[in-house]
């Protein structure tokens, strides 16, 4: 009996060895990726990225040209909506990328363009904004962005000021 304890001891342990290195062997399963699943994850990351990278690049320039020419306007709104207020022309200038608005030949108000936009015309007119409402200046005012996007400002006594 003596023999049969031992045998049985010794397929215990050897069970016993068998079960832990399948443990470890499972364990070694759950640890993480592969090298290869990463390289390949990584791969699909950067095609997709190339793919959609340059779409987003010029969304966000027409948005941020579509901003400057809201912003614009509005600007343009207010130094008209002055003019009828307090009855007396304003003008405005534009040097240096930056756009001046002026009452009585004090300034009350500028708007600089973002670096990525410039005017389209090399000689930007002065406007003047008349108490009775009307504009004297140029009908249209056109802005670049620098992947040559444009976008026109308008100005009309019967659409008032605009941008498309």
């Known amino acids: 009996m003596h023999g049969e304890a031992q045998a049985r001891a010794k397929r215990e ?4 060895k068998h079960q832990a290195k399948r443990a470890a062997l499972n364990k070694d399963n759950l ?31 027409a948005i941020a040209l579509q901003t400057a020419a809201t912003e614009f306007t509005a600007e343009m709104r207010k130094a008209q909506a002055v ?13 240096g990328h930056e756009f001046q608005f002026w009452k009585d030949s004090k300034p009350i108000a500028s708007y600089n363009l973002p670096p990525s936009i410039s005017p389209l015309q090399r000689d930007v007119p002065s406007y003047v904004f008349l108490p009775s409402g009307q504009i004297i200046g140029r009908e ?25």
């Open 13 to 16: 342990s050897e069970s016993a």
């Open 31 to 61: 640890k993480g990726f592969t090298l290869v699943e990463l390289l390949v994850t990584l791969a699909i990351i950067a095609f997709v990225s190339g793919l959609v990278g340059p779409a987003l690049a010029r969304q966000f320039d």
């Open 83 to 95: 003019a009828r207020a307090m009855q007396s022309p304003v003008a405005m200038t534009y040097s």
């Open 140 to 164: 249209v005012l056109e802005f670049e962005n620098q992947r040559g996007r444009k976008i026109r400002i308008k100005t009309d006594v019967l659409n008032g000021i605009r941008y498309d």
